[in-house]
């Protein structure tokens, strides 16, 4: 079964602290796992994916299959990060996408 | 210039009605999609169409269809709602994949999406 965990629903950080967004999933075949974000009122968007090995917005995620861990790190928050995070898992077929999202994380950096 | 944009935004209607919320994308992609997000905030996959045919039908009632006119629009018509309809529901699109063996086949474009309607049954 496709299935992505994310155990916090809730996480609050101090700005200029550590923070990490933890990811679980469960698939049997090659995952592709992405990270999404929705702003405070703004549309959820595509933040980073595991294929790119990219840094964005001074984030990172790195897929870890032995542990099948997809988490979203950043070492310093800072109050713009505030936002809904979701992990998602791409457990589609080709020419469509079917991604299977976790419920999410709200994630909120203190001054 | 929005690049999916979903109609209405809100929509209040009682049991039993029939509504239709529309969806359009002006990016040149092939695939839209059909998201809803209950009140616990899981976001689910309900419908896909790849140029207007239905390429993923999740375990959704029947009284729920989609109708693609084309590649751009896909709208979500449901009849007799029910309480449990409640939820905001999330267009979404993206570009079909290369052919496989291409060097890019296994970069998926991500997903875009709408901002959502907010549907509430009393």
């Known amino acids: 079964a496709q299935r992505v965990t994310q155990p916090e629903k809730l996480l609050s950080v101090f700005k200029g602290a550590p923070v990490e967004l933890k990811c679980n999933y469960s698939?049997?075949?090659?995952?592709?796992l992405f990270w999404y974000v929705q702003y405070s009122r703004q549309r959820l968007q595509l933040l980073l994916r595991?294929?790119s090995r990219e840094s964005i917005k001074g984030f990172t995620a790195d897929l870890n299959k032995g542990e099948t861990s997809f988490h979203l790190k950043k070492p310093f928050a800072q109050e713009e990060d505030s936002a809904m995070y979701y992990c998602?898992?791409?457990?589609?077929?080709?020419?469509?996408?079917?991604?299977?999202f976790g419920q999410g994380t709200r994630l909120t950096i203190n001054p | 210039d929005t690049a999916v944009s979903q109609t209405p935004k809100y929509l209040v209607t009682q049991m039993g009605n029939d509504k239709s919320i529309k969806c359009e994308q002006n990016?040149?992609?092939?695939?839209m999609y059909w998201y809803k997000q209950d009140s616990k905030k899981f976001l689910k996959i309900m419908f896909s169409?790849?140029?207007?045919?239905?390429?993923i039908n999740e375990t959704v009632p029947n009284r729920f269809s989609p109708k693609s006119p084309d590649k751009a629009h896909l709208n979500l018509h449901i009849n007799s709602l029910e309480l449990g309809d409640s939820a905001v529901y999330f267009c979404?699109?993206?570009?079909?994949?290369?052919?496989?063996?291409?060097?890019?086949?296994?970069?998926?474009?991500?997903?875009?999406f709408g901002n959502g309607t907010r549907l509430t049954v009393t």
């Open positions: 990016l040149g992609h092939d695939t």
């Open positions: 595991h294929i």
């Open positions: 698939y049997s075949g090659s995952p592709e």
């Open positions: 979404a699109s993206s570009q079909k994949p290369p052919r496989p063996g291409h060097p890019s086949s296994s970069y998926n474009s991500p997903l875009h």
């Open positions: 998602a898992l791409n457990g589609g077929i080709q020419g469509a996408q079917k991604l299977v």
């Open positions: 169409y790849n140029n207007k045919e239905l390429i």
